[in-house]
């Protein structure tokens, strides 16, 4: 199974908790070598976006730092190129209604690469069923029983 990273599924490497993502569900992704994990240069960037807002004297510079190093220059991940087709696709669900630029290209990039996305964004997927958009979304719940059969 080959997976597209949710920016809050990026962001506990970071050492920024969010709420939904468990430290067992990151530990399930490092560790089950069937699921090929993917990661985008824009959720990088609103992973960015995220410390800079929370910057204070619970923010851990050092671990943000030591993750970022894991996803980018580490074995695990593998980062997506997106490609023209993909940010025209963004686009066009912008232009259907979908405002989150980021969340758009994350869903583009998934369905141009045959990925699933791997997602807490209930928004997003209601957007995606409601305009009769293909479903390419799991859940860390979806994930686990997945590899139980």
């Known amino acids: 199974m080959r997976i597209l990273l949710d920016t ?15 430290p067992e569900a990151i530990k399930f992704l490092a560790e089950v070598p069937p699921i090929q994990i993917y990661y985008s240069r824009f959720s990088v960037l ?5 410390a800079t807002r ?3 004297a619970k ?26 087709e993909i940010f025209k696709e963004a686009f ?7 405002k989150d630029m980021i969340d758009n290209i994350l869903y583009a990039s998934a369905l141009s690469l045959g990925l699933m996305l ?14 009769q958009l293909k479903d390419i979304f799991v ?5 686990a029983a997945a590899q139980k059969v």
């Open 46 to 50: 609103e992973s960015l976006w995220v």
């Open 92 to 98: 066009r669900l912008y232009r259907l209604g979908h």
């Open 59 to 84: 923010f851990d510079a050092e671990t943000f730092q030591l993750g970022l190093r894991s996803i980018i220059e580490g074995r695990r991940y593998k980062r997506v190129e997106e490609d023209s």
């Open 118 to 131: 791997l997602t807490l964004d209930d928004q997003l997927k209601k957007f995606v069923l409601g305009k």
């Open 139 to 143: 859940s860390p719940d979806q994930l």
């Open 8 to 22: 809050s599924f990026i962001l506990p490497t970071l050492g920024i908790t969010v709420s939904g993502v468990t």
């Open 54 to 56: 929370i910057a204070d």
